[in-house]
């Protein structure tokens, strides 16, 4: 009874760990955001400008930059072809702007280039569409039902949204480095506002690392909780 009441506390410390990464995270993300967008990048550029500039240099003419609603809701769509920045990276001039707009077409880059770990990822996201929908479910039918096999079903389901997220590790990372390689080969940074880019794509990898830190706690939690009634 001890045994099983102490599987039940390491459950409620991994959700509660997973919570505080997962916050801790995005603090540091929107920190550094905020700092590094009172910064103005010495050419005065704005992120669009940035975007062109890197998406020209690499003769990627029909990709195009486009403005999209939100904050940090900036990404690349490899299906349409298209750079979508938020307002203020599409039209501001901060270190923010131009880093996190050099990121994105990082991964139009990779686009052109077959990177391998993009095109992986993408074959993972109907699976994983369908592990997210499905996982939790069978999981949880298992447990209430006392269906063992179907509630390890559902862990297995699961594990693909930890695959897809370790496979963004390296799409994301690698991103950020053809990011800092662009804008040192362009002259668009100058002096210490390397380090400052840096510092800004440091803070939006961290996410990437947290998010897959906190799906692997919580499968963690849904094993010992399985485990846990199975020996009941």
Do not use: C
């Not at 459950?11 to 955001?33: F, P, R």
């Not at 880093?99 to 993408?122: L, S």
């Not at 662009?182 to 690392?209: D, H, I, P, R, W």
């Amino acid at each position: 009874m001890m045994y099983y009441g102490s599987l039940d506390w390491i459950g409620y410390g991994l959700i509660v760990v997973g919570l505080i990464i997962t916050m801790a995270a995005d603090i540091y993300l929107q920190s550094t955001y905020y700092k590094m967008k009172k910064i103005k990048n010495q050419k005065g550029l704005t992120g669009g400008e940035v975007a062109r500039q890197i998406l020209e240099k690499n003769h990627l003419e029909n990709v195009y930059v486009v403005e999209t609603r939100g904050v940090l809701s900036d990404h690349y769509d490899p299906r349409q072809k298209v750079v979508r920045l938020s307002p203020d990276i599409y039209n501001g001039t901060s270190i923010a702007s131009l880093a996190v707009a050099a990121h994105e077409v990082g991964h139009a880059i990779q686009d052109k280039e077959d990177y391998f770990f993009m095109r992986f990822r993408a074959f993972l996201v109907p699976l994983v569409n369908f592990g997210s929908k499905f996982g939790y479910i069978a999981v949880l039918l298992g447990l209430i039902f006392g269906v063992m096999n179907l509630a390890w079903a559902g862990v297995g389901l699961l594990l693909l949204i930890l695959l897809f997220q370790l496979v963004t590790l390296p799409v994301e990372f690698d991103a950020s480095h053809r990011a800092k390689v662009q804008l040192n080969q362009l002259k668009l940074t100058e002096g210490k506002e390397s380090n400052s880019v840096l510092k800004m794509l440091k803070a939006a990898a961290f996410t990437y690392v947290a998010s897959l830190v906190t799906t692997i706690m919580e499968i963690l939690r849904l094993v010992l909780q399985i485990i846990g009634q199975n020996n009941d």
